[in-house]
């Protein structure tokens, strides 16, 4: 059973960068597409981004000039910077993994079946 | 920006079947999957591929895709299946993920 463990800053004041790191502990690390998805408190789920473990990255349009998301192999471990940070950006953010079927020669997604505990992130002058 | 519209509530009694809906533009092209959260708790994984059932969930939820619209589907709604249900898909060009808008499934 894969376990994704999430740790950064909860409190941030305007236009601070927001971090965050997921380690992912007893299952595969390589072979899977790790992602940042958020949801503010009352609302529903926003994709940021995912990367894999070969370093391609996928972002989210609305945010892709704010956000880097970076992976770090050796360590098992994935990030996610969002710059300039505003209210809007208060949520719970989670980190999430999920592998891919290419048995049939176009790859796709199986859902994201494994999910950090999530962080509350405030952004508050 | 490519939107997935859900129903905001349905309501059903124990026992009945629950079917939970979301419509998109680029379904016919791409799969949809679908996450049960309970209050204060990460999502769950309950469909993948339109119709995919991960290991250790139980059998009453399933999944259909027509057109633009794939529905989730629980059988026999037990009390503990009161949550809110997301679904996810890609846009067109397979480019970004989004989700809808979510479904809380009331239990009356």
């Known amino acids: 059973q894969v376990q994704l463990r999430q740790w950064g800053a909860g409190l941030l004041k305007p236009s601070e960068t927001l971090s965050l790191t997921c380690g992912v502990y007893d299952g595969s690390f390589s072979g899977s597409y790790w992602a940042w998805i958020r949801q503010p408190p009352g609302k529903g789920l926003e994709w940021i981004g995912e990367?894999?473990?070969?370093?391609?990255?996928e972002n989210n349009p609305s945010l892709k000039s704010r956000v880097t998301i970076s992976v770090d192999t050796s360590r098992r471990q994935f990030s996610l910077n969002l710059t300039s940070v505003t209210a809007a950006d208060t949520a719970v953010y989670y980190c999430?993994?999920?592998?891919?079927?290419?048995?049939?020669?176009?790859?796709?997604?199986?859902?994201?079946?494994?999910w950090g505990q999530g962080t509350l992130v405030t952004v508050s002058p | 920006s490519y939107e997935l519209t859900q129903t905001p509530s349905v309501s059903v009694s124990p026992g009945q079947t629950a079917r939970i809906t979301c419509s998109g533009d680029a379904l016919p092209n791409q799969y949809g999957y679908w996450y049960q959260q309970r209050p204060g708790q990460a999502p769950v994984l309950v469909i993948y591929?339109?119709?995919e059932r991960p290991s250790g969930i139980p059998e009453r939820f399933s999944g259909s895709a027509s057109g633009t619209t794939v529905t989730l589907i629980i059988r026999g709604v037990r009390a503990e299946d009161e949550a809110d249900y997301y679904c996810q898909s890609a846009d067109r060009d397979s480019s970004y993920w989004v989700f809808g808008g979510g479904t809380r499934l009331t239990v009356l």
């Open positions: 990367i894999n473990d070969s370093g391609q990255i």
């Open positions: 999430a993994g999920s592998s891919k079927d290419c048995s049939t020669g176009k790859c796709h997604s199986l859902g994201f079946d494994r």
């Open positions: 591929k339109d119709s």
